[in-house]
């Protein structure tokens, strides 16, 4: 670009030409820094936080879900979850982290960590990985929080949290998630109602964005009304460690992958020890509820 295309202090100005003050002064963009994206997700619920996979990162995450595709493909697994989604235009990926070692970098990833310990601290698992690729045509999936899935009601915290990978830019017409304001406040499901889809709002967000919700969040995927652009996104949602994952990473996951598996990521999956090392902080465990306290005299 010729750098006094917009008027930059560099550029080859005639009197002609001269911009005005408001064309110098180039519009900045601040990425927002990770405890302003947690404020957001613990105020409103949910957070996007753009460009956190860049490049090669991205490229790879892409060509894991192409591989992942292929291979339930050929093993024939169903891609349409009825009951889940209205029509077959919603292919659902259901495994992936042991497709590609890009999955496993992704759910290691900095950014990635700290939005989930934002909400759920450092006791936390990785429940399921999936994806889900809306096609055009597809239709919006039934509202609801994800926390359901794992937790009966109430949901009195948000003791999970759900973080969508964006594999494509999504925007309403391609059928951006849509969510309903303020619902993480939401205890119960009575506290939902029928016409919530026509409340919601989608949350555009671009190629390689996370987009992180408080697990107890109503939504549901946009219907895709584009011509010929489909909307990838990665599943991944992790839930307080106390509850139960609803993937058996040890059971699920080949020996090879377990085998090299970080010890982190044998942590987030799971694969080490059942839950003796949780500790829910109730006083008693401390022993002063039963008269044992090591600090009294
Ligand atoms: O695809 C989407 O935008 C949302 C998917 C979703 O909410 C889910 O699968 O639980």
């Not at 956190?52 to 990162?57: H, L, M």
């Not at 949901?155 to 830019?169: H, M, S």
């Amino acid at each position: 670009m010729d750098p006094g295309e917009h008027g930059s202090p560099g550029g080859a100005a005639n009197s002609a030409t001269m911009p005005g003050k408001a064309d110098i002064v180039a519009p900045m963009t601040i990425a927002p820094s990770l405890e302003e994206c947690a404020l957001q997700l613990r105020e409103e619920g949910w957070v996007t936080v753009p460009e956190v996979f860049t490049g090669s990162q991205l490229d790879a995450l892409r060509e894991g879900l192409a591989i992942a595709l292929d291979a339930a493909r050929a093993e024939g697994q169903i891609l349409f979850r009825e009951g889940v989604d209205v029509n077959d235009r919603s292919l659902r990926v259901l495994h992936l982290l042991d497709q590609h070692p890009a999955f496993r970098d992704m759910v290691e990833h900095r950014t990635v960590r700290d939005l989930v310990s934002s909400v759920l601290g450092n006791q936390y698992l990785l429940s399921s990985l999936s994806a889900n690729i809306s096609l055009p045509g597809s239709e919006s999936m039934g509202m609801h929080n994800d926390l359901m899935a794992v937790l009966p009601e109430p949901w009195l915290a948000p003791y999970g949290t759900n973080l969508f990978i964006c594999l494509d830019d999504m925007d309403e017409e391609n059928g951006a998630t849509r969510y309903l304001p303020g619902s993480h406040r939401f205890t119960t499901n009575d506290m939902a109602s029928d016409d919530d889809l026509r409340r919601t709002v989608p949350i555009p967000a671009s190629a390689g964005s996370i987009v992180a919700m408080d697990g107890r969040l109503w939504h549901t995927s946009g219907a895709n009304r584009s011509a010929d652009r489909p909307r990838r996104i990665l599943i991944a949602f992790f839930v307080a460690s106390f509850i139960r994952t609803q993937y058996n990473w040890g059971a699920l996951l080949p020996d090879p992958v377990k085998g090299a598996a970080s010890s982190s990521l044998r942590q987030l999956l799971g694969l080490d020890e059942g839950n003796m090392g949780v500790r829910l902080g109730y006083a008693a465990f401390s022993g002063t509820k039963q008269g044992v306290d090591p600090h009294a005299h």
